[in-house]
């Protein structure tokens, strides 16, 4: 079973500064949705919100997980990692003087991930067989590519029913780009997930994407219905072509 | 290797040294061995969260005086033996060292080492104002000349029960270091944001770090009223206390167990031998000196010259 998330009205920032505006958003079951947008304008700010690093102002997030519904506003984040959603924060964020063994099996920390670490650790090194060469390496030592396959892979290790990504592709080279959207698509069906992924790269998330927000100063300004809804649309030809 | 095993090697190695005492059979040899042994806990200590939650604690010597002040009490309100007033002494050091980090872990980096040095001015001011134990008089401490069941003098008694933390602390290290523990403080230690995101109960096992390295500080701290017989709150809390426990393990090397024993020996003996040869002032003035050159050539201590 796979996870939805609904999220409505929701306001959030930093202290005196306000960068979400109501904003509303749907995961649906084995849904990738992609919110794009340039910098700036809130699409981390969001993921943190889900995750419980910034308290929201206003508006509920709301998950459902095999059936039971929860409101994530006001739980810490270990409490929403341990109810099977996983994150993949921006810049990967490893722990670099662990290897890439410890890497992935401090994502699995998470109790429900204990009985499954040798099953999850073999898949993620099917997707990344990089990663099984290389497991005894210390993860601050590796490629930017390398290291966006470990940060992809130690959130799996979670056993996550849903995944949350904040722009796998910064700081990495347009043919590793590339690649890791194609292995998010290889574990988003291994791992039965949906997936809400936050990405300035407008070509490479519509890649995998089956819909998309697209978010400017802290308010959806469109929502595609498909991937075709998004390549045909006047706020998206202005962001990214600037015409 | 395994732990039981590596505790066998430490009891081996403790024997040797006892048995090196024996032989030299000086009473100062017990006296100076007493603060090298003594700083091997207390840097051991401040390494289970300093260099493997990377959380610097500068508060050293109110753990200190929380286990030293718990034995003055103690003896004088009881006929507690030695042991038990180590024990209840660490443990209300340990419950210091989780109260505080329950205040003070939603600081990060600086700010929690200065919260940490506010405490142990607030933990001064407290016991030189409770005339209960002396005040800013100070406490005395009457010690027994012998151990009878033993057959030895209470200054070989103190020296191996320092000998015994010692083990007790190392062991504790070195099984955190090679356990799922051990490598969650590491994850909050290179990132602690990323930790929690990976669902590192990060808050749990910051809690756990300070009460443990609070813990074994106030072990460290309990025989010290029978090892100076006098205890007044401005030695106890001396500055000294804090800047040798924090430069032991910078010295030694901070990833491993073994960096704190390493600095403590090196800097501890140096500071022995100083203090008798030359004068006490130049034993200060050592760690100072030692810290720049490690700074400059090692900055990742004696174990970071061998490890690549």
């Not at chain 1, 500064?17 to 749907?26: F, I, N």
């Not at chain 1, 089956?210 to 498909?226: K, L, Q």
Request: hydrophobic share 50%; with cysteine.
């Amino acid at each position: 079973m796979a996870a939805s998330l609904r999220i409505s009205g929701l306001d959030a920032g930093y202290g005196a500064v306000s960068v979400l505006h109501g904003v509303s958003l749907d995961v649906r079951e084995g849904e990738t949705v992609a919110l794009l947008g340039t910098n700036g304008n809130g699409k981390s700010t969001l993921m943190k919100c889900v995750m419980g690093m910034i308290r929201p102002s206003a508006g509920t997030i709301e998950v459902e997980i095999d059936g039971v519904k929860t409101n994530l506003v006001g739980m810490t984040t270990e409490e929403i990692v341990n109810l099977g959603i996983g994150f993949v924060p921006e810049g990967r964020r490893l722990f670099p003087r662990l290897t890439v063994n410890e890497n992935l099996l401090m994502g699995a920390f998470r109790i429900a991930a204990r009985s499954q670490i040798e099953r999850n650790l073999a898949f993620c090194f099917e997707v990344f067989p990089r990663l099984a060469e290389r497991r005894k390496q210390l993860a601050g030592s590796m490629s930017g590519g390398e290291q966006q396959m470990v940060a992809l892979a130690r959130a799996l290790m979670s056993a996550p029913k849903m995944l949350l990504i904040d722009e796998p592709s910064v700081g990495l080279a347009p043919l590793l780009v590339a690649r890791t959207i194609d292995s998010i698509k290889t574990l988003k069906d291994g791992f039965q997930l949906s997936v809400l992924m936050a990405e300035q790269n407008f070509t490479q998330a519509i890649r995998i994407a089956d819909r998309g927000y697209v978010i400017v100063h802290g308010h959806i300004e469109f929502e595609g219905g498909s991937a075709e809804e998004l390549n045909n649309n006047d706020i998206i030809r202005e962001l990214y072509m600037g015409a | 290797m395994k732990n039981p095993l590596f505790i066998l090697w430490l009891i081996v190695a403790a024997a040797l040294t006892f048995g090196l005492a024996r032989l030299v059979d000086n009473a100062y040899f017990y006296f100076a061995g007493y603060v090298v042994l003594q700083y091997i806990v207390l840097s051991t200590a401040w390494n289970i969260l300093g260099g493997y939650t990377g959380y610097v604690n500068f508060g050293i010597p109110a753990f200190i005086a929380v286990g030293a002040y718990s034995t003055v009490v103690l003896h004088k309100t009881t006929s507690l033996p030695l042991v038990a007033m180590i024990a209840i002494g660490g443990a209300l050091s340990a419950l210091l060292g989780v109260g505080t980090g329950y205040l003070t872990l939603r600081l990060r980096g600086t700010f929690f080492s200065i919260a940490t040095l506010a405490m142990a001015v607030v933990m001064q001011t407290l016991v030189t104002n409770w005339d209960f134990v002396g005040g800013s008089r100070g406490a005395y401490i009457i010690r027994p000349a012998t151990v009878q069941y033993l057959g030895i003098n209470y200054i070989e008694y103190l020296f191996l029960i320092m000998l015994g933390l010692s083990i007790f602390a190392v062991a504790t290290a070195r099984a955190i270091e090679k356990s799922r523990l051990g490598f969650g403080f590491a994850t909050i230690r290179d990132d602690e944001l990323a930790a929690e995101a990976s669902g590192v109960p990060t808050l749990k096992l910051k809690l756990i770090a300070c009460g443990l390295s609070g813990g074994f500080m106030g072990m460290a701290g309990s025989p010290l009223p029978y090892y100076v017989t006098y205890l007044d709150p401005a030695s106890t809390f001396s500055l000294s206390y804090a800047v040798n426990t924090i430069a032991m393990p910078l010295i030694g090397g901070t990833s491993s167990w073994l960096g704190p024993i390493l600095g403590a020996i090196l800097l501890g003996t140096l500071q022995q031998v100083a203090t008798v040869t030359i004068s006490s002032a130049v034993s200060l003035l050592i760690v100072g000196v030692l810290l720049v050159f490690f700074v400059i050539v090692a900055p990742k201590g004696i174990l970071g010259w061998f490890q690549k």
